[in-house]
């Protein structure tokens, strides 16, 4: 059986194993165009901005090198840097709608409950907008895209205690905001 690691699967990637770049697409895709449309809140520009992601990977990864930083975090940076570009191309703020962060089944709701449930979406994206913008990325990192408290810190080039305090004023501000 293979190593399946993130470290041996970048080692065979870079000796041009297409095997190996398809497991770490395989592994980070969902990651990465959730991240994406969280921060966008356009499914079409979220998808082509993961494949964005893993065209810079697979063109940039005979020059990265492992360090004690996860290979997840080298991949976040990158999209956090598609998505600044992004930014400064429209030249406005995207707004990030919450229901679009993840892929969700489709459900049996009620239209009330529907209606409902959009609402409170809203309110919590609007919400959001109101919190510092490294506050929200902390608090999108942690729990939209489901990262460690390791990993968060590593993709915002910052300490675990740094992501923690962002993290915490972040969910204050957010609470603040929602009363």
């Given at each position: 059986?293979?190593?399946?690691?993130d470290a041996?699967?970048v080692?065979r990637?870079q000796q041009?194993?297409?095997?190996?770049?398809?497991?770490?697409y395989d592994?980070y895709q969902?990651?990465?165009?959730?991240?994406a449309?969280?921060r966008?809140?356009?499914r079409?520009?979220?998808e082509?901005?993961t494949?964005?992601i893993?065209?810079r990977?697979?063109?940039?990864l005979?020059e990265y090198r492992?360090?004690a930083?996860?290979?997840?975090?080298?991949l976040?940076?990158?999209?956090?840097?598609l998505?600044?570009?992004?930014?400064?191309?429209q030249?406005s703020r995207?707004?990030?709608?919450?229901?679009?962060?993840?892929?969700?089944a489709?459900?049996q709701?009620s239209p009330?409950?529907?209606v409902?449930h959009?609402l409170?979406i809203?309110?919590?994206?609007?919400?959001?907008?109101?919190?510092?913008?490294?506050q929200?990325?902390a608090?999108?990192?942690?729990?939209l895209?489901?990262?460690?408290?390791?990993?968060?810190?590593e993709?915002m080039d910052?300490?675990?205690a740094?992501?923690k305090?962002l993290q915490?004023?972040?969910?204050?501000?957010l609470r603040?905001?929602?009363k």
């Amino acid at each position: 059986m293979f190593d399946t690691s993130d470290a041996n699967l970048v080692r065979r990637a870079q000796q041009g194993n297409k095997g190996a770049i398809g497991k770490l697409y395989d592994r980070y895709q969902e990651q990465m165009f959730r991240f994406a449309w969280s921060r966008v809140g356009d499914r079409q520009l979220a998808e082509d901005i993961t494949g964005e992601i893993f065209t810079r990977m697979v063109t940039h990864l005979p020059e990265y090198r492992a360090t004690a930083v996860p290979f997840s975090a080298w991949l976040y940076q990158i999209a956090r840097n598609l998505i600044t570009d992004v930014y400064r191309r429209q030249d406005s703020r995207i707004l990030q709608p919450l229901e679009n962060a993840h892929l969700v089944a489709e459900t049996q709701e009620s239209p009330d409950m529907m209606v409902e449930h959009q609402l409170t979406i809203e309110k919590i994206q609007a919400a959001l907008e109101t919190i510092d913008p490294q506050q929200r990325e902390a608090v999108t990192l942690r729990f939209l895209t489901g990262l460690s408290l390791r990993e968060a810190a590593e993709t915002m080039d910052c300490s675990v205690a740094a992501l923690k305090s962002l993290q915490h004023r972040g969910l204050q501000a957010l609470r603040v905001a929602l009363k």
